[in-house]
């Protein structure tokens, strides 16, 4: 026989737990889609699950900006603020993020959450400079970690802090690098010691907030096609971000009430190597570009072509990154890989982010079909898998279906909707927010789609 508060505890109201992801190569605008949902949806946590300080997340209120490398976006609109053990955590960067907030912020992070050490910087720079990485020592900290040599967070006040540093030494001695454990050691405690009281377990942790009706919304980092696991590897990050990994990284397990928002900007970017099959290339003239040099650019003086429209997306949309300020690579909407991203992630809703930046363009253009000079096809066909990069160097053509352009949205927001609407029949998934600028009142929703 059960008692009443067993039966109370069933009939319970469990909390949701949505996730954001990136459906393309990063910066697809995730940090202000999560500020919006945080502001304007009922969370009470905002969990990070991957990645390191190699992001960047926008965030703009009023006139301040907020650039977030580690901390959740949701962090800025005063929700508490969780970093999970499948983070790797730049103490130092933490440190100096975190200072804003100092007085106002809840934070808690994951107990088991592999540290980044300076020395691993400079490794990720001598190293991997070939996959064109933030150099933020990301691969290095995801290395040892598999390795089983690495530093986590609660190693900081173990008891067996010192040998846990010789092992990490003697395998970085391996390879030529060696650690002043005094100094590493003097580093950690001062940075990460007061950090105890609000560490925990992932899992437990989170699973109580759910149990006691609170929402969570988890945040990743990067996009699908940066995935060690599903995106162009080797020209990829160190981590999956893909949502069931969300889940997973958490200690979680998603309900079927729980959504799942993929965010994908109106054209494509793209930072670092690897390829990007819509891409506008820019001749080598453009590549000491800045953002100073691109607001310089008059483009109306530029004949029509397509390192113009490159330029414009470019100038427009600001491409350059967050954290590296590193030109970002353009180019038009890819449907074949969004599809893939959409499917993969099972999104339940897409945030289309950007879209005022194709303003004043003559023509849109989006692939519809990726051809291979093998003959085959792909169009993010539920039965196969994203082409590998291989069959990309074998050689390729695409279609492309293009649009009428559109000087404002607002005033020509039929065409912009005529866009809109031919990226959600393809996809099959509503589109059911739009962001038409980097400020949370420049935002639109459609809960049922367009
Ligand atoms: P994230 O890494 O996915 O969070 O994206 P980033 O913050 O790295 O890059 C997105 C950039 O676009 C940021 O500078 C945002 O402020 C900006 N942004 C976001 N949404 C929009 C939008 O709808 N229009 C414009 N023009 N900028 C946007
Ligand atoms: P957010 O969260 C865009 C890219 C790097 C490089 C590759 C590997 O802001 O979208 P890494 O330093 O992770 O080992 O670099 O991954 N990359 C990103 N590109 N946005 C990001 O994050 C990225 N994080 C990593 O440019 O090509
Ligand atoms: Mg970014």
Redesign the pocket.
Known sequence: MYSTSKESHYTRKLGRKDVVV?LQW???????L?DWLSKNQRYDVVARFNGGAN??????VGDQ?Y?LRLLP?GIVSGKHAFLGSGMVLDLEQLNEEIKPFDKSATISFGKNAHIVLPIYKQMDSEKNAHIGTTKNGIGIAYELKANRSGIRLQDIWSNDLNSKLERLNSTLLERGYELNTTKVRQYLESYGLWMRPHTFEDSPFLKDKVQNGGNILIEG?Q?LMLSLDWGTYPYVTSSDMSAPSAYASLGLTKSDSDQVFG?TKAYITRVGGGILPTELHLSNKYSDLTSDTVSAIDLLTLDPSDETTALKLVK???EF??VTKRLRRVGWLDLPQLKYAIKLNDVSGVAI?????LSGLDEVSLATKYKFNDGSEYMGDDTKGYPSVSKFEDGFNLEYKTFSGWDDISSDWDKTKTYLDFIQDYIGIPIVLV????KRS?TMTFPEGI
Do not use: F
Request: no cysteine; proline share 3%.
């Open positions: 990136g990063g910066d697809e605008g995730k940090g202000k999560i992001a960047g997340h926008t965030v703009v900006t650039k976006s980092a996009g965010v427009d949309g600001k990154g967050t982010t950007k879209v005022d930046v962001s038409y600028g980097p420049q």
